[in-house]
């Protein structure tokens, strides 16, 4: 798990585990559940319940997921507070670049300007 210098998730970590469909929906079956079994989770994907564990080892890495032992199983539950400070990430990042191509489109019409 990689922090940035605020200790936030860094937003690397969320971007390669959102990268993977089935990590997707695996994120999104947990947080319409509020927690499942990785077992429960592979019942409704295409792919084996040791799949899902290495896909939840991934998000449970980029701090999308929390696991909690409950007698001999193991449930997870979703953690969208990385996504959210991914998200803010990406909105400074994109306010960023309209900054820029606005001062770009200013320079240009000064130079069609008579």
Known sequence: MTRTA???QAPEDVLVALA????????????????????????GLPVTRQAVAKHLAVLDRAGLVRAHRAGREVRYEAD???????????????????????????????????
Not at 20 to 43: C, F, H, N, Q, Y
């Open 6 to 8: 605020d200790g936030e």
């Open 80 to 114: 969208l507070q990385p996504l959210k400070q991914t998200m803010r990430w990406m909105d400074a990042l994109a306010t960023q670049w309209e900054h820029r191509l606005d001062a770009i489109k200013e320079l240009a019409e000064e130079d069609t300007r008579p």
């Open 20 to 43: 993977d469909p089935i990590r997707r929906e695996v994120l999104a079956m947990l947080a319409r559940s509020g927690g499942a079994t990785s077992t429960s989770l592979a019942a």
